[in-house]
């Protein structure tokens, strides 16, 4: 009976060892060759729930593959890339125009980030410019070049639950 339980106890002991950390399957993001689009409509409104964001637009590109999405793209001074969370992406249409339209949440305080409509790793389509305006103290937003050094780096996706912002399937 002894032996039994020491084996049993290395067995465990081995086992513990030798596993490595459970993870997460990286987020899989079915990308097409899409580069022209508008954002039509990119508004903040106050509530007593807090600022909210709305992007509307549409790309010029419908699925051209199964899966096939786009994303926003969130770009913070001080960081090396933008980030594209999975819960972002959004569909292509199955033929005409592929709209969107999103209202989400932007944190609250002081903030200063672009958000670009991404279709790729390095394609930008358009862009805005979310900051707090200090003489107003209000939200502002504004549009922005794809070019402007704040947007012109590599998107990384990453999973919903991961990142700078807050756990919040209504943020951006």
């Known amino acids: 009976m002894r032996r039994r339980l020491v084996a049993a106890l290395a067995a465990a002991v081995l086992t513990s060892l030798t596993a490595g950390p459970a993870m ?10 899409c580069t022209s689009g508008t954002i039509e409509v990119a508004t903040v409104d106050g509530t ?19 899966g096939a999405a786009f994303g926003y793209g969130i770009y913070e001074p001080g960081f090396s890339v933008g980030l594209v969370y999975g819960s972002h992406l959004r569909p292509y ?29 390095l394609v930008r389509v358009e862009c805005v410019r979310v900051v707090w305006d200090l003489l107003d103290h209000q939200l502002d937003v504004r549009s922005l070049d ?20 807050p756990v919040c399937g209504s943020c951006w």
Not at 93 to 120: E, H, L, N, Q, Y
Request: aromatic share 8%; proline share 8%.
């Open 146 to 165: 794809t070019a402007d050094p704040l947007v012109d780096r590599m998107i990384r996706l990453v999973s919903a639950d991961w990142g700078p912002r």
């Open 48 to 66: 007593k729930e807090g600022d909210f964001l709305t992007l509307a637009g549409q790309l010029d590109c419908v699925e051209e593959k199964a």
């Open 93 to 121: 249409a199955p033929a005409g125009v592929s709209p969107f339209s999103d209202r989400k949440k932007v944190p609250t305080g002081r903030v200063d980030f672009a958000i670009c409509v991404v279709t790729d790793y």
């Open 24 to 33: 997460a399957a990286e987020p899989v993001w079915e990308r097409i060759d």
